[in-house]
């Protein structure tokens, strides 16, 4: 992930705005929370949600916005608010799958419950109330653009930063949980920190990122604490006796218990930066703390800062070598270095909590981003959903019908065309056996036809043949040929079927009046012929 989506997201741009005293705990603002150093410094830290600042910078697909789009106005105002809300149990729930780190997940739970009990906004795009709820703020839910933005672009971006912190093969932890405190008899070669390249966030980055009052907090070196710090220097580089005592008188001049001016070889310049003070800590109403704390004072110049760091730096990478302090001034010097490492040990911690407390605050506003997001879809699912998937069942289901509507229509039209043609001939049939039964009756006493003397044997051979034809309701080949071929030639449409089965008695009778017509002048032409024959002769 690049440096510059990091700074957009927020990561490492948090600042240290204030310190809370025990008798005094300021209104918190807005994007404000309480940061936990140790039992005895509690610093205010000042968020940047860079959220909302670039909400309206979307960098996905016009498509992809169109299809959030119909979703989010297929709801109405309720409907959308309780889309954009989870229960803690609900969020709980998938924190495990989500999140690896132990430590992570306890935080994460622990910076929860913290966020109910403040009355100050903690994230600008998500709110939690009293009871445990989650939501969406009501500017992100009323602009489809800016939730549409905090679902799918911001939140992928912080996937991306937390999957980078948390890239830690050891103990399934992450960075800055699996990073220990440095103790005092340790080096920070045995802990170094193992950060990601883009995370550039050195102590003094942190220094810069305090306002004055913290530096002063900060800088306030306890003298109970150095003097645990000066007892494990003094033992790891196995000091002598009389070093050892000259090292503790020099703290004493510095915390003024020793008057500097019966000291041989005293220098004031090494202690300049340096002040003791014996007024309280902090004023409050307990009978223990009224006692006077000694304490000291290291100069809040960002140079003094930087030159006792690399002072500690120096002690820190050398050897666990023997060393003395056999003048008072070399003595100065190992105090100096004791106060460095001590002041050390303490920026480091503010530093640790910072950027573990950071993480722990994207960390939340993920989860909660997640969350909400997946509850939107399965509400989305719920509402619409069903009916899209019924709709395009139906319209499967529909095109499957039409197809086979189609292929019966075919099937169909085929048996029609073979019916057809099949009542084609059961009609000619039936109309020859019809012909055939009237003839039978209307001839039932067999008449004797006469062929004319006069008629060649040829002709009378073939008035014979026509007569047996009209008899027996026969037909010629050539009539027969011709008649093929016209209707091949001319197909019948469906109004003239039709119309021939409504009229087919009609025809039928007057078919056989014209036969019995033909025949009738035919014998009446054949008796014609013999008479005339007779008369000749």
Excluded at 58 to 73: Q, S, V
Excluded at 412 to 423: G, I, V
Aim: proline share 3%; hydrophobic share 30%; with cysteine.
């Amino acid at each position: 992930m690049a440096q510059g989506d990091i700074g957009a997201i927020g990561f490492d741009k948090a600042r240290l705005v204030g310190v809370i005293h025990e008798n005094h705990y300021p209104k918190l603002k807005p994007l404000q929370m309480p940061l936990y150093i140790d039992d005895s410094l509690v610093m205010v830290m000042q968020f940047e949600d860079h959220v909302s600042k670039k909400s309206f910078l979307i960098d996905k697909p016009e498509t992809d916005y169109d299809d959030f789009a119909k979703k989010y106005h297929s709801l109405d105002r309720e409907e959308l608010e309780e889309a954009c809300a989870i229960q803690d149990k609900d969020l709980f729930l998938s924190l495990p799958q989500l999140i690896g780190c132990v430590g992570c997940r306890r935080s994460v739970e622990h910076l929860f419950q913290q966020v109910q009990t403040l009355h100050n906004a903690v994230y600008e795009s998500i709110s939690v109330s009293a009871s445990g709820i989650m939501t969406i703020s009501q500017s992100f839910i009323e602009n489809p653009k800016k939730l549409f933005h905090l679902f799918y672009c911001v939140r992928p971006k912080l996937y991306e930063l937390l999957e980078t912190l948390m890239n830690s093969k050891k103990n399934k932890r992450c960075i800055f949980h699996s990073l220990k405190m440095q103790k005092p008899n340790e080096t920070p070669n045995e802990n170094k920190p193992t950060l990601p390249r883009w995370c550039h966030c050195s102590i003094m980055d942190v220094w810069d990122r305090m306002c004055r009052e913290c530096h002063e907090e900060v800088a306030m070196l306890q003298c109970d604490g150095i003097i645990r710090t000066m007892d494990q220097y003094l033992k790891k580089h196995r000091f002598c006796i009389d070093c050892k005592s000259k090292v503790q008188r020099a703290f004493h001049i510095l915390t003024g218990e020793v008057e500097c001016k019966t000291e041989m070889g005293f220098c004031s310049a090494i202690y300049e930066g340096l002040r003791s003070c014996n007024t309280p800590k902090m004023k409050t109403t307990e009978p223990e703390s009224t006692k006077p704390s000694k304490h000291i004072h290291i100069c809040c110049e960002r140079s003094y800062i930087v030159h006792m760091l690399t002072q500690a730096d120096t002690e820190m990478i050398g050897t666990r070598k023997e060393r003395h302090a056999k003048t008072i001034d070399i003595a100065q010097e190992e105090v100096c270095t004791c106060l460095a490492l001590h002041l050390y040990q303490r920026l480091h911690r503010v530093w640790h909590q910072k950027l573990t407390y950071e993480q722990t605050w994207l960390t939340l506003l993920y989860l909660g981003i997640e969350a909400i997001r997946q509850n939107f879809e399965m509400y989305i699912e719920e509402k619409i959903g069903i009916g899209r998937m019924e709709a395009l069942c139906e319209e499967l289901e529909q095109a499957e019908k039409d197809k086979e509507l189609k292929l019966q229509k075919k099937r169909m039209r085929r048996k029609r065309q073979k019916k057809k043609k099949e009542q084609k001939h059961i009609g000619v049939e039936e109309n020859s056996q019809t012909l055939t039964q009237n003839d039978e009756l209307s001839n039932s006493e067999p008449k004797k036809l006469l062929v004319p003397p006069n008629i060649p044997s040829c002709d009378s051979k073939f008035h014979l043949c026509l007569l047996d034809m009209l008899n027996n309701q026969r037909e010629c080949d050539c009539s027969t040929d011709a008649k093929s071929d016209e209707e091949s030639s001319n197909e019948l449409t469906k109004e003239e079927i039709l119309e021939f089965e409504r009229n087919r008695s009609q025809i039928d009778m007057q078919r056989i009046r014209l036969r019995e017509r033909i025949r009738q002048d035919f014998e009446n032409f054949c008796n014609t012929g013999s008479t005339n024959g007779s008369d000749i002769q």
